[in-house]
C-alpha cells in the first residue's frame, strides 16, 4: 500500500483553504487595509540577508503583509523594490509563504539558500543555480505527481543566466563570486542523510543539499507562478574543520551582488 502521502491525491483539483481567503481573515483581525507586497520577493532561510539589511538600516517593515507566522520586509536594489521574508527554512514552510506572498501581489520569488557541497565545483562557498531538484522531501507530492525530479521554468533559467552574465558577474568567477548550473537535492532531514544515499546524489550528479528548491519548484510548476532558487553552497556538511564560511557579512554581500546582477542584467523586466 502506497504512504499516505502519495494516496488520495487529485492534482488537478482546487484547494479547499485558500491562502488569499485567509490572508482576508488576518487582514480583517488585524485591521490592515488591502494593499500588495513588492511584485518581486526574496526567501532568505538563513536569514542572514535580511539581517545585514536591518543592521544597515536598509529594510523597513512591509505594511501590506498579513501573514500570521511571519514577517516581511522591505528594500531597493538598483531602483526595484524588493520583500524579504527571513528564516524561511525547509520545504513546507517556504511553500507556505510562496503560496501568501503571490496571493499578496507578488510575481516574480527567488530563494537563495545555504547548502552543502556534493559534487565538487570548486572551494566553497559558490552558488548554484538550481535547474532541478531530487524530490527527497514531502511538500512537492502534494502539488505534482510522483517523480525524482522537481524542474524550474527552462526559459526562467535561461533568462536568468543571460541576465548575470549581462548584469557584469562572470558565471564562473569575478571578484571570489562564482555561479554554476546545476541540479541539487531537497531534503527533509539533513541529520538522516547516510553515506549511501550521499553517493547515491553524488551519482546522479546533484550538485548540492538543501531544503526548499523541489518543494518550491513544483508549487512553481503546479500554480505557473515564475519561482527561481540559489543554492548557496557554503559547506561540505560539516565533515571537515572549518566549515560554513559564508564570507563577509555571513554572505549577505555575495548574496546582494547576486540579485544585483540579476536586476542589473534584466530579470526585473519579467516583472513588467
Given at each position: 500500500m502506497k504512504p499516505p502521502i502519495l494516496r488520495h491525491k487529485q492534482h488537478g483539483a482546487p484547494s479547499v483553504f485558500q491562502a488569499g481567503n485567509l490572508l482576508r481573515e488576518a487582514r480583517r483581525q488585524k485591521g490592515l487595509a488591502a494593499a500588495e507586497v513588492p511584485e518581486l520577493c526574496l526567501l532568505d532561510p538563513d536569514g542572514d540577508i535580511l539581517s545585514y539589511l536591518r543592521d544597515t538600516s536598509q529594510a523597513r517593515p512591509a505594511a501590506a503583509w498579513a501573514c500570521y507566522h511571519s514577517e516581511m520586509f522591505e528594500f531597493e536594489r538598483r531602483g526595484q523594490r524588493i520583500g524579504i521574508?527571513?528564516?524561511?527554512?525547509?520545504?513546507?514552510?517556504?511553500?507556505?509563504?510562496?503560496?501568501?506572498?503571490?496571493?499578496?501581489?507578488?510575481?516574480?520569488?527567488?530563494?537563495?539558500?545555504?547548502?552543502?557541497?556534493?559534487?565538487?565545483?570548486?572551494?566553497?562557498?559558490?552558488?548554484?543555480?538550481?535547474?532541478?531538484?531530487?524530490r527527497d522531501e514531502g511538500t512537492s507530492y502534494h502539488y505534482l505527481p510522483?517523480?525524482?525530479?522537481?524542474?524550474?521554468?527552462?526559459?526562467?533559467?535561461?533568462?536568468?543566466?543571460?541576465?548575470?552574465?549581462?548584469?557584469?558577474?562572470?558565471?564562473?568567477?569575478?571578484?571570489?563570486?562564482?555561479?554554476?548550473?546545476?541540479?541539487?537535492?531537497?531534503?527533509?532531514?539533513?541529520?538522516?542523510?547516510?553515506?549511501?544515499?550521499?553517493?547515491?546524489?553524488?551519482?546522479?550528479?546533484?550538485?548540492?543539499?538543501?531544503?526548499?528548491?523541489?518543494?518550491?519548484?513544483?508549487?512553481?510548476?503546479?500554480?505557473?507562478?515564475?519561482?527561481?532558487?540559489?543554492?548557496?553552497?557554503?559547506?561540505?556538511?560539516?565533515?571537515?574543520?572549518?566549515?560554513?564560511?559564508?564570507?563577509?557579512?555571513?554572505?549577505?554581500l555575495d548574496s546582494l551582488r547576486l540579485l544585483d546582477a540579476l536586476l542589473s542584467g534584466g530579470l526585473d523586466t519579467l516583472l513588467r
Open positions: 521574508v527571513g528564516n524561511a527554512v525547509g520545504a513546507p514552510y517556504a511553500v507556505l509563504l510562496a503560496e501568501q506572498m503571490f496571493a499578496s501581489g507578488c510575481r516574480l520569488l527567488i530563494s537563495i539558500t545555504s547548502s552543502g557541497q556534493l559534487k565538487s565545483l570548486g572551494e566553497t562557498p559558490y552558488y548554484v543555480l538550481a535547474e532541478e531538484a531530487w510522483p517523480a525524482d525530479f522537481a524542474a524550474a521554468d527552462p526559459k526562467l533559467i535561461d533568462a536568468a543566466w543571460r541576465a548575470l552574465a549581462d548584469g557584469g558577474l562572470s558565471v564562473h568567477a569575478d571578484g571570489g563570486l562564482r555561479v554554476h548550473k546545476g541540479r541539487t537535492w531537497t531534503t527533509d532531514a539533513p541529520f538522516r542523510e547516510t553515506q549511501a544515499v550521499i553517493e547515491e546524489g553524488r551519482a546522479l550528479g546533484l550538485a548540492a543539499i538543501e531544503m526548499e528548491t523541489a518543494a518550491l519548484y513544483a508549487f512553481a510548476a503546479a500554480k505557473a507562478h515564475p519561482v527561481l532558487c540559489f543554492a548557496h553552497v557554503t559547506n561540505t556538511m560539516a565533515v571537515t574543520e572549518v566549515d560554513f564560511e559564508k564570507g563577509d557579512a555571513h554572505g549577505a
